[in-house]
């Protein structure tokens, strides 16, 4: 299941969000994936069964972008080297592709979840007067 997010309460605010900003860019630039190429989607944790099953649903080029990011990464890290400047993600490249399917699988496990908990009862039938 995905966590819990105060975002959208501060985006909401106009306020809030010029308040909040500088810290969260501060945080983006601090958690270092943006520097070895990933996206924020990139380092959701697999363990997970639906983020699992939104990998499996994930567009064939998008997975194998995907699959490109995490190698690189990987090799960077392995040599102990960050991409050159000009190859680190971009905020505008850095939008989710991955946190939508997600969602939709949630709610649709949801909605199987109260399917399945649904008790039916048979109505009771009524009785035809003067037919």
Not at 17 to 34: C, D, E, H, L, Q
Not at 83 to 112: C, G
Not at 125 to 131: L, N, Q, T, Y
Request: with cysteine; proline share 5%.
């Amino acid at each position: 299941m995905s966590a819990p997010s105060f975002a959208p309460a501060i985006l909401k605010r106009q306020w809030l969000s010029k308040w909040f900003a500088p810290f969260a860019k501060w945080y983006v630039n601090a958690a270092g994936y943006r520097q070895l190429g990933l996206r924020a989607d990139d380092i959701l944790s697999e363990e997970n069964d639906v983020v699992q099953l939104a990998l499996k649903r994930l567009p064939a080029k998008e997975a194998y972008d995907r699959s490109y990011r995490l190698r690189r990464a990987f090799q960077c890290s392995v040599s102990h080297q960050l991409l050159p400047k000009e190859e680190w993600t971009k905020d505008e490249e850095d939008t989710p592709y991955l946190q939508s399917i997600v969602e939709q699988i949630e709610a649709e496990m949801k909605e199987r979840e109260d399917l399945e908990a649904m008790i039916v009862t048979k109505r009771a039938a009524h009785k035809a007067e003067g037919h």
